[in-house]
């Protein structure tokens, strides 16, 4: 159902809450202008405070189908990243491109009824089993596209540049060999993705070289410059120092911490973005934010693998921007990404409220207008304002939810954030079509069929 116009009783606009808000979205999903004060209503009124959706700046959707598989302890209790990441490449292998897609589909719907509207897809699974190009390159990428056509959620599609196994440019194990390219296969990759995704709102194309460990200096220095050559502005996304070990092996390799290195050797900018950037020290924690790049900040995950905390206090205090993202999916939901920062803190600070901005009170709202403009800026799409010229993408809160009696302004997101969670999140639109209604989404039951029958299968044949 697309919508012209939405009368928002309550909405969160750029400078601050507003009442009887009147939107106006064109054919093509953009705002074309925003009205406060407006005393006619139209057809369409919100049920309850109108919030910007939030864009989900991380997310490997293949890993949604892992959650709740890997919480079994080893027999030696010797459990981190690295024995996870053994047990991920065995499911990857057993994945063919019919299960990519019903598994995307079910992240990505899972996603819009949790309140995110956008995705940064870091896609990195594309050849077959035994390694070999499919014979569409882009089979896999089209795959992805596909389930966030379905679904209706915004995508920026990242297709990652994995070479090798190591620094230094040390070979891969025969697990990596779904991801693996050279720089004209990833060239092509591109090209082909570049090809899907222009001329379509709801779309948007980057890079990303995996990690330092996975692609050499060379490489890194001409895949940006084949990206520039067909968009200077595209964004960059590379994960980076996640694992003290990842730590350890550059410090070997180079001499230096890997986002000091990368600081040094690659033109970080503000279309970059830095995934996890766990471990730093604090001069590279400046250096970070001053760069302008964003931080792309994943709790969720980083407690599932036992990563450990970003020093986002220090961050935040050099004006450094910064995104949240589900990536491996164990839970899928923008309040458990900003609770956990906060919380994060909290019981290693023993305080209460740390994450406000200079400006605000409201913890709640601090984290998730930071979230929303880094996220904005790292999947390189005009989001997560209600303004004309953004993209018609917001969520609508259940006014009729006992949680939100009462509450007005701030206590609003608070709420949300530190107690109600997706559980509050009644009505989503995406691109001005609404795409959640009434916290039902209009494919949820033939896709679950599909997801159900996919699991089924893949966990009965492993």
């Given at each position: 159902m697309r919508l012209r116009e939405l009368f928002c009783p309550v909405a969160l606009l750029p400078d601050g809450w507003a009442r009887n808000v009147l939107l106006k979205f064109d054919d093509e999903g953009w705002i074309l202008s925003v009205r406060t004060g407006v005393a006619t209503w139209p057809p369409f009124v919100a049920a309850g405070p109108v919030l910007p959706g939030m864009p989900n700046l991380h997310s490997h959707a293949f890993q949604r189908a892992l959650a709740g598989l890997t919480q079994t302890a080893s027999p030696d209790g010797d459990d981190d990243f690295w024995t996870w990441r053994e047990t991920m490449y065995a499911f990857v292998e057993r994945l063919q491109p019919e299960d990519v897609e019903v598994i995307a589909e079910q992240t990505y719907l899972t996603m819009l009824r949790s309140g995110y509207t956008a995705v940064g897809e870091f896609h990195y699974l594309h050849h077959q089993p035994d390694g070999t190009p499919y014979d569409d390159r882009a089979e896999l990428a089209r795959r992805i596209v596909a389930a966030a056509r379905r679904t209706g959620i915004g995508l920026t599609l990242l297709p990652v540049l994995y070479s090798h196994g190591g620094f230094g440019g040390q070979p891969a194990t025969p697990r990596q060999r779904r991801f693996l390219n050279d720089l004209d296969g990833f060239s092509a990759l591109l090209e082909d993705v570049a090809a899907l995704c222009t001329g379509d709102p709801q779309l948007r194309y980057g890079m990303a070289p995996h990690s330092l460990r996975a692609v050499t200096e060379a490489e890194l220095t001409e895949a940006l410059r084949r990206l520039d050559a067909l968009d200077a502005e595209a964004p960059v996304h590379i994960h980076v120092a996640e694992q003290m070990k990842e730590v350890m092996d550059c410090l070997l390799w180079s001499g230096q911490r890997p986002v000091a290195w990368l600081l040094d050797h690659a033109p970080v900018s503000a279309r970059w973005c830095l995934?996890?950037?766990?471990?730093?020290?604090?001069?590279?924690?400046?250096?970070?934010?001053?760069?302008?790049?964003?931080?792309?900040?994943?709790?969720?995950?980083?407690a599932d693998l036992g990563d450990g905390l970003f020093p986002i206090l220090d961050y935040l205090r050099h004006r450094g921007r910064l995104g949240i993202g589900s990536d491996s999916h164990t839970l899928i939901a923008p309040s458990d990404e900003l609770r956990l920062l906060e919380y994060g803190q909290r019981l290693s600070r023993q305080r209460r409220n740390v994450l406000r901005l200079p400006d605000r009170t409201s913890v709640g709202r601090?984290?998730?207008?930071?979230?929303?403009?880094?996220?904005?800026?790292?999947?390189?799409?005009?989001?997560?304002r209600l303004a004309p010229g953004f993209r018609a993408d917001l969520i609508i809160l259940d006014g009729d939810d006992p949680l939100l009696y009462g509450k007005t302004d701030d206590a609003i997101l608070d709420t949300y954030v530190f107690s109600g969670g997706p559980a509050l999140v009644r009505d989503v639109i995406v691109g001005g079509r609404l795409v959640v209604r009434d916290r039902h989404h209009p494919d949820q039951e033939a896709v679950a069929v599909r997801y159900r029958h996919t699991m089924e299968r893949l966990l009965r044949d492993g």
């Amino acid at each position: 159902m697309r919508l012209r116009e939405l009368f928002c009783p309550v909405a969160l606009l750029p400078d601050g809450w507003a009442r009887n808000v009147l939107l106006k979205f064109d054919d093509e999903g953009w705002i074309l202008s925003v009205r406060t004060g407006v005393a006619t209503w139209p057809p369409f009124v919100a049920a309850g405070p109108v919030l910007p959706g939030m864009p989900n700046l991380h997310s490997h959707a293949f890993q949604r189908a892992l959650a709740g598989l890997t919480q079994t302890a080893s027999p030696d209790g010797d459990d981190d990243f690295w024995t996870w990441r053994e047990t991920m490449y065995a499911f990857v292998e057993r994945l063919q491109p019919e299960d990519v897609e019903v598994i995307a589909e079910q992240t990505y719907l899972t996603m819009l009824r949790s309140g995110y509207t956008a995705v940064g897809e870091f896609h990195y699974l594309h050849h077959q089993p035994d390694g070999t190009p499919y014979d569409d390159r882009a089979e896999l990428a089209r795959r992805i596209v596909a389930a966030a056509r379905r679904t209706g959620i915004g995508l920026t599609l990242l297709p990652v540049l994995y070479s090798h196994g190591g620094f230094g440019g040390q070979p891969a194990t025969p697990r990596q060999r779904r991801f693996l390219n050279d720089l004209d296969g990833f060239s092509a990759l591109l090209e082909d993705v570049a090809a899907l995704c222009t001329g379509d709102p709801q779309l948007r194309y980057g890079m990303a070289p995996h990690s330092l460990r996975a692609v050499t200096e060379a490489e890194l220095t001409e895949a940006l410059r084949r990206l520039d050559a067909l968009d200077a502005e595209a964004p960059v996304h590379i994960h980076v120092a996640e694992q003290m070990k990842e730590v350890m092996d550059c410090l070997l390799w180079s001499g230096q911490r890997p986002v000091a290195w990368l600081l040094d050797h690659a033109p970080v900018s503000a279309r970059w973005c830095l995934i996890h950037a766990t471990h730093m020290m604090p001069e590279e924690t400046a250096a970070l934010a001053a760069s302008g790049a964003v931080a792309g900040l994943c709790p969720t995950t980083e407690a599932d693998l036992g990563d450990g905390l970003f020093p986002i206090l220090d961050y935040l205090r050099h004006r450094g921007r910064l995104g949240i993202g589900s990536d491996s999916h164990t839970l899928i939901a923008p309040s458990d990404e900003l609770r956990l920062l906060e919380y994060g803190q909290r019981l290693s600070r023993q305080r209460r409220n740390v994450l406000r901005l200079p400006d605000r009170t409201s913890v709640g709202r601090s984290l998730y207008e930071a979230a929303l403009d880094g996220g904005a800026q790292a999947l390189g799409r005009p989001l997560g304002r209600l303004a004309p010229g953004f993209r018609a993408d917001l969520i609508i809160l259940d006014g009729d939810d006992p949680l939100l009696y009462g509450k007005t302004d701030d206590a609003i997101l608070d709420t949300y954030v530190f107690s109600g969670g997706p559980a509050l999140v009644r009505d989503v639109i995406v691109g001005g079509r609404l795409v959640v209604r009434d916290r039902h989404h209009p494919d949820q039951e033939a896709v679950a069929v599909r997801y159900r029958h996919t699991m089924e299968r893949l966990l009965r044949d492993g």
